[in-house]
Every structure is written in structure tokens, then in C-alpha cells.
């Protein structure tokens, strides 16, 4: 079956700009769950979203925001980039059943501010 | 914020040799997962380990958990050059809201 699928692959933006990502989870999956990768921060959590309901949120400003539409995809939005918002930023989904559920990740969509 | 340290940060070998990655982490968990990451790739689960099994396997793979001294290991046998990467530890309830290590940059050798 297809895996998670991640669009674009690459972008460049300009500070200020508003950029929205999306992610489309394996057929089945229900939770989407989507990480921001940078050098200096490592991997950190964003959001998750099961059902079309954010269910957790990580530490990030307002500026990052998400949803989830009935068939399970999911996009993300920056507003206002900065320069410091350059990373990768994955997409994983899962059954969203609980404990011990394996996450499958997409490829990424790597943004660059300039 | 990161759950836990790894170490090596980076570690190099020669294919054939047996690679060992360490995790500490921070505070209690249900279960540990590994990824491992190609350059600028997502992420590949390669095995999760829960609180009370204390080692697991999966074909060159070998993890040990050690909740006493919150540290879990990934041990890879006879390498290969295919299996140069970072590798990361996760923990989280499920898949949800993963917590990720610093990670260990992998390289082995031909």
C-alpha cells in the first residue's frame, strides 16, 4: 500500500510569507502527527490531529497551525516565516490506537527562508 | 525539548563490524522506539520495545531496555555500508507526540 505521502518535497519562501504544507496519511490512519527537523533543535513535535481533532500540540508559537480534513490529510501552516522556521518538517501517521502504535513517516517537505 | 541524549553522536565502522548506539532518557515510558534516517530522509521505524521487555530482536538488530537506568541500546551486527545513517530513539505513548534523542550519525565503511 502507498506510504505517507508528503507535498511539495521543497520550497523556498520569503520572511513574512505564509507557506501550507500537506500530508496524506496511509489509507486506514487516522492520526497525523507532524515534527519539525532543524540542526541545532533536533526533531521536535509539532501537532497531532486524530479525526479531524488537534489532539496534541507541542511547544511552537502560534504562527504554526493545522488541520485534518474527513479523509484524513492533513496540512500545516506557517504564517509569518522567519528565517529560523528553515527546516524539515515531516509527517507520520498511524492508526492512532494508543500505546505501542508504529508511526510511518513520510519523506519531508524541506522549506528554506530566505 | 529532547527526551534524551545518544551517544555516540557519531560513530565509524567497517562494514562487518558490529555498531552499538546508546539512549538515555528522562523521564518514565510505556515504550521505546528506534528510526533511522538517510540523509535529509524521513524516518524508517525499525523496532519498538516496551517498558517491560528488557531485549528485542529483528533480523541484525538487537535492542536491550534498561528502565532502572532509563538507557535503551541498538546494537547492529555484521554492518554494511547500506546501513549508514542517523539513528534516533523515540519515546511518546504510541505514535503520538514522539519524543525524539539527539541521534547518532552512523557511517560505515566498505
Known amino acids: 500500500k502507498a506510504g505517507v505521502t508528503q507535498t511539495p518535497r521543497y520550497l523556498i519562501k520569503t520572511r513574512g510569507q505564509q507557506v501550507t504544507l500537506s500530508c496524506s496519511p496511509i489509507?486506514?490512519?487516522?492520526?497525523v502527527s507532524w515534527y519539525q527537523q532543524t540542526p541545532g533543535q533536533g526533531l521536535q513535535f509539532l501537532f497531532e490531529?486524530?479525526?479531524?481533532?488537534?489532539?496534541n500540540k507541542g511547544n511552537f508559537p502560534g504562527r504554526f497551525s493545522g488541520r485534518q480534513f474527513s479523509n484524513s490529510r492533513s496540512e500545516m501552516n506557517v504564517s509569518t516565516l522567519e528565517l529560523g522556521d528553515s527546516a524539515l518538517y515531516l509527517c507520520a501517521s498511524s492508526r492512532g490506537t494508543g500505546d505501542g502504535t508504529e508511526a510511518f513517516f513520510g519523506q519531508g517537505t524541506r522549506l528554506t527562508v530566505v | 525539548s529532547q527526551q534524551g541524549e545518544e551517544d555516540p553522536q557519531a560513530l565509524s565502522i567497517q562494514e562487518g563490524e558490529n555498531a552499538t548506539m546508546n539512549c538515555s532518557y528522562k523521564?518514565?515510558?510505556?515504550?521505546l522506539q528506534w528510526y533511522r534516517q538517510n540523509s535529509g530522509r524521513g524516518l524508517v521505524h525499525l523496532i519498538l520495545?516496551?517498558?517491560?521487555?528488557r531485549e528485542k530482536h529483528s533480523g541484525r538488530l538487537r535492542v536491550t531496555l534498561d528502565t532502572s537506568k532509563k538507557s535503551s541500546s541498538l546494537l547492529i551486527t555484521a554492518s554494511r555500508a547500506a546501513d549508514t545513517a542517523s539513528y534516533f530513539c523515540?519515546?511518546?505513548?504510541?505514535?503520538?507526540?514522539?519524543?525524539f534523542g539527539t541521534g547518532t550519525r552512523l557511517q560505515v565503511f566498505p
Open positions: 490531529y486524530f479525526s479531524e481533532t488537534q489532539r
Open positions: 520495545i516496551r517498558s517491560n521487555e
Open positions: 523515540a519515546t511518546g505513548k504510541g505514535a503520538d507526540k514522539l519524543i
Open positions: 523521564t518514565s515510558i510505556n515504550n
Open positions: 489509507s486506514g490512519h487516522r492520526s
